[in-house]
């Protein structure tokens, strides 16, 4: 039987396997269990709990920031703020107080700055683990929310910030670039990409424009992973402008010297929209003081397609395998050094 690939789990395999398996029916389960979806959804008296749960397996610095930051992003994308988070800390054996202290400290920082309470988890070290795992519950009690699966054939697709910020940002820290054209100054500017790794204020006022059908993070397989998920769950297609997409310089060079991909590297802190026809120019107006937007393609009627910078157009048929984890399957998998 063939062993599955590093990372996200194929998302036929999923929709086969797991997304069939999802317990009791609820009537106040107002999401269903779906490929592409950023969170679940439950129907209370006056609102809605939004919740989701993310773990961080492939990094190895800033494991509890990353953590809350990822879960938090996908609750942003139902256009309300983040509010509460469990977490879960499995250390590996030899695990000290101090690094315990070192995730914990993380976690609590990154609630801090986000506006999140911690109301508890599970703590332990646990055999057989060749690194920290840390995964973070983020849940918030709203009145009214969109999802992934809201775009509409005709709206535009536009983007916050840059492709592949996390990834680069990881690439700049575990990769040895000493012997490339990478010089120093890059990769610091490029570690500091994870500063942008958050989507909250960004999600929020694209929402609050009432001007977005859909929104949707990019976490592994980047921009294109997410616009694949994002058709999938609304039931549209897509046509996207690769020459449209921003690229930072660090990011640019650092893909180009390794030969990957920058639409298909992990890009936690860039959220993709899908915005009502004619008001592009009001979601950048409601973004402006808080990052750049730019539209890289639209929603069409089934086909997924990207149009190629030479011109040409390229069908995609399946989500694309993350370019990060592609980097660490060439060299074994293990501990996230690249």
């Keep these: 039987m063939r062993r599955l690939p590093l990372g996200k789990i194929p998302i036929g395999v999923l929709e086969s396997t797991v997304l069939g398996l999802t317990g009791a029916r609820s009537e106040s389960a107002v999401t269903p269990a779906k ?46 703020r983040p509010q509460f ?40 070290v646990t ?5 920290p795992i840390v ?9 009214e929310f969109i999802t992934s699966g809201g775009a509409q054939e005709g709206d535009t697709l536009m983007m916050t910030k840059t492709a592949g910020l996390e990834g680069t940002a990881e690439l700049a820290r575990g990769y040895d670039f000493s012997s490339s054209g990478v010089d120093a100054p890059l990769l610091k500017r490029a570690r500091k990409l994870i500063g942008q790794i958050d989507v909250t204020e960004e999600a929020v006022r694209a929402f609050e424009t009432r001007q ?12 294109l992973g997410a616009v694949f998920e994002m058709s999938l769950a609304s039931g549209v ?37 899908a915005v009502e026809k004619g008001a592009e120019d009001d979601v950048k107006r409601a973004l402006r003081s808080t990052c750049r937007v730019t539209k890289i393609g639209q929603f069409v009627r089934s086909r997924r397609e990207i149009v190629t910078k030479d011109g040409g157009v390229r069908l995609v048929k399946e989500a ?13 998998g293990g501990r996230h050094r690249l």
């Design 85 to 124: 988070a469990e977490s879960v800390i499995l250390l590996p054996e030899g695990s000290t107080r101090t690094d315990l202290e070192k995730v914990a400290r993380q976690i609590h920082d990154a609630a801090m700055e986000s506006g999140i309470t911690i109301l508890g988890g599970h703590t332990e």
């Design 320 to 332: 694309p395998e993350d370019e990060l984890w592609r980097m660490i399957s060439r060299r074994g």
């Design 237 to 273: 297609g897509f046509r996207l402008n690769e020459a449209a997409v921003p690229v930072a310089q660090e990011t640019r060079k650092i893909c180009s010297e390794l030969s990957i991909d920058p639409l298909r590297l992990i890009g936690s802190g860039s959220l993709l929209l």
């Design 212 to 223: 977005v059908h859909a929104m949707h993070d990019c976490t592994e397989g980047g921009v």
């Design 127 to 131: 055999p057989g683990l060749g690194h």
């Design 135 to 143: 995964v973070v519950t983020v849940f918030s009690l709203v009145k």
């Design 35 to 80: 490929a592409g979806l950023d969170f679940g959804a439950v129907k209370l008296p006056g609102g809605y709990l939004v919740v989701s749960a993310d773990p961080i397996t492939g990094v190895s610095e800033e494991i509890g920031r990353y953590a809350v930051k990822v879960s938090a992003n996908d609750v942003a994308t139902s256009g309300n």
